[in-house]
């Protein structure tokens, strides 16, 4: 009985030294990071569903990380004509597109030291070059 008391003293001795009782980091960015994975997931999807790797490489990720949505949709001849052929793989870069760009405002939002917010917004532009790079292939515009 004693061994056990003089451990609990110890142990406590340790928390109040370490400053009390370990906090578990909450945070109120919780719904944000939900909303960020839901739409990141969309995206996933959406790649699946264009035949395409579910995420973006690591070299086209590097790329974008630091450039803006608009620059990323930019990568066909501006009012080109998408053949019938092409619909459904434009219609899909188009919602990752749009998608990309809530997460990047949810990250900017959030902040640049929120991480998870961050290299989501990073994966989503890179997935949204990438997608529009195949929109542009299949309707004859340049890359």
């Given at each position: 009985?004693?061994?056990?008391?003089?451990?609990?003293?110890?142990?406590?001795?340790?928390?109040?030294?370490?400053?009390?009782?370990?906090?578990?980091r909450g945070t109120g960015?919780?719904?944000?990071?939900?909303?960020?994975?839901?739409?990141?997931?969309?995206?996933?999807?959406?790649?699946?569903e264009a035949h395409m790797?579910?995420?973006?490489?690591?070299?086209?990720?590097?790329?974008?990380?630091?450039?803006?949505?608009?620059?990323?949709?930019?990568?066909?001849?501006?009012?080109?004509?998408?053949?019938?052929?092409?619909?459904?793989?434009?219609?899909?870069?188009?919602?990752?597109?749009?998608?990309?760009?809530?997460?990047?405002?949810?990250?900017?939002?959030?902040?640049?030291?929120?991480?998870?917010?961050?290299?989501?917004?990073?994966?989503?532009?890179?997935?949204?070059?990438?997608?529009?790079?195949?929109?542009?292939?299949?309707?004859?515009?340049?890359?």
């Open positions: 009985m004693r061994r056990l008391a003089i451990a609990w003293a110890a142990l406590i001795s340790v928390v109040v030294a370490c400053g009390g009782a370990p906090q578990h960015n919780l719904p944000k990071e939900n909303e960020i994975t839901a739409l990141w997931t969309q995206i996933r999807d959406w790649r699946r790797e579910l995420d973006p490489t690591r070299q086209t990720i590097f790329q974008w990380r630091g450039r803006s949505i608009p620059e990323a949709k930019n990568v066909c001849p501006e009012a080109h004509p998408v053949p019938a052929t092409c619909t459904d793989v434009c219609s899909l870069a188009e919602n990752i597109c749009d998608n990309a760009e809530s997460i990047c405002n949810i990250a900017d939002e959030l902040g640049k030291e929120d991480e998870y917010a961050q290299d989501k917004c990073g994966n989503a532009k890179a997935s949204c070059r990438e997608a529009k790079q195949r929109c542009c292939t299949c309707s004859g515009g340049t890359t």
